[in-house]
């Protein structure tokens, strides 16, 4: 004969086995949480076609003179999918631009600094930088000096740069932040996203859809 107890048991567990059932089916139909990569990057695609001024809340007042005392203008001039182009202006310097590739296959970032020289060719010292090595956060993403970046460093004397690590980060939603960091050394300029300005001319070289070698390794 089944006791009082045992037949409670029973139907105690049913009643939990019910719950987790429908604990899972709520589980399977929650939409995942955005990558934070994508999100950081779908941040960047919201500001494309927008340029921005900044200034250098952080360096040293001897290396970083022209930066410290120049207009600062970033352009998030050209977007795609998996890629977005920022030319830099230092004053009348129009040699940088900033390239911000996903590549989703191996689930990384990947940001690389295009120098040209004033007639469009290309700067010895260009396409260095680095790739994500984590997922950071939706609000800043970090790029420690690749293979590539090393060996030119090297090659062309800038032995100080080797342990080079850039950040670009939002550290609130109206500030955009460019940092360099390597043990001695710290640069940073913070751009001021509440207010749109003329961009500039197109930096030097510029073409659009400009397909990069692919030199990270």
Not at 29 to 50: M, R, V, W
Request: charged share 25%; glycine share 6%.
């Amino acid at each position: 004969m089944q006791s009082k107890f045992a037949h409670v048991t029973t139907a105690s567990g049913l009643k939990l086995t019910a719950a987790a059932a429908t604990v899972g089916l709520l589980a399977a139909c929650t939409p995942a949480e955005p990558h934070p990569q994508d999100t950081f990057f779908e941040t960047l695609l919201a500001h494309c076609g927008n340029a921005y001024e900044g200034h250098v809340s952080l360096g040293d007042p001897e290396l970083d003179d022209e930066w410290i005392n120049s207009r600062i203008v970033i352009e998030v001039r050209e977007c795609s999918e998996n890629r977005i182009r920022i030319p830099l202006h230092v004053g009348d310097d129009h040699s940088r631009t900033w390239v911000i590739t996903r590549t989703t296959a191996e689930r990384e970032l990947e940001l690389k600094h295009d120098h040209r020289l004033e007639d469009g060719s290309h700067d010895p010292l260009t396409l260095y930088g680095g790739h994500t090595i984590s997922v950071g956060t939706a609000t800043q993403q970090s790029f420690p000096a690749d293979d590539y970046s090393k060996r030119l460093f090297a090659e062309l004397g800038y032995t100080a740069s080797i342990d080079n690590t850039w950040i670009i980060s939002f550290p609130d939603q109206n500030t955009f932040r460019y940092r360099l960091a390597r043990e001695g050394r710290e640069f940073q300029v913070d751009v001021d996203l509440t207010e749109t300005v003329e961009a500039p001319q197109a930096p030097w070289g510029w073409e659009d859809n400009y397909q990069y070698p692919r030199a990270r390794n």
